[in-house]
């Protein structure tokens, strides 16, 4: 099955208007920074319909925009292209994040979002499913603070997917890695 345009085109436009819209805002966790590039060090363990488990270690990138004080936008975008075939996988996630001080230097954060594509997110790439896929996440964490532009980050997160109504597979992530912020 071929990406149909429509799915790509709204994941396109909605992955656009939350990069605009939180570009448009002015607060921020870390004084005078709007955006957030982190990566970790993540280790999945995946249950599948049936009970059979996987687990997969993997670098994932985010990029967040603050729209205000502590609420974040972290879309996120996965694609894998195939040579020489047509399957093309994605799954385009819109998160939110609420950052809460815990102490001058702590950060603990909620997060949440849903998701909408053809491919499981796997190993930071979207294996297609020749169907559609809807997702929905959320997790916690914590960010210690290294000075004003930098924090360790680590996080819990549980995603869920479905396919036709069917609940596919439910992952949950470890991640453990950095955040800069500017």
């Known amino acids: 099955m ?3 345009k429509r799915w790509v085109a709204g994941a396109l436009l909605a992955f656009g208007s939350l990069v605009f819209l ?3 805002s002015s607060a921020q966790v870390a004084n005078g920074k709007r955006f957030e590039f982190s990566t970790s060090a993540s ?3 995946m249950e599948w319909k049936g ?3 996987q687990t997969i270690i993997n670098l994932p990138v985010r990029f967040g925009f603050y729209a205000y004080k502590g609420l974040e936008f972290e ?3 996965f694609l894998t292209v195939l040579d020489e075939t047509d399957h093309t996988g994605f799954m385009a996630f819109g998160n939110i994040a609420f950052n809460l001080p815990l102490s001058p230097n702590f950060l603990g954060f909620l997060l949440g979002g849903v998701g909408v594509g053809n491919g499981l997110q796997t190993s930071n790439m979207a294996i297609d499913q020749d169907q559609g896929v809807f997702g929905f ?3 916690t964490g ?3 603070m290294i000075g004003n532009s930098a924090a360790l980050r680590i996080e819990y997160r549980v995603i869920s997917y479905s396919m036709e109504g069917d609940h596919l597979r439910t992952d949950q992530n470890i991640l453990v890695g950095v955040s800069i912020f500017f």
């Open 2 to 4: 071929k990406i149909k």
């Open 22 to 24: 939180a570009a448009q």
């Open 43 to 45: 280790v999945w363990n």
């Open 51 to 53: 009970g059979a488990t």
């Open 75 to 77: 879309p996120e975008l």
């Open 137 to 139: 996440n959320f997790g």
């Open 142 to 144: 914590l960010k210690g």
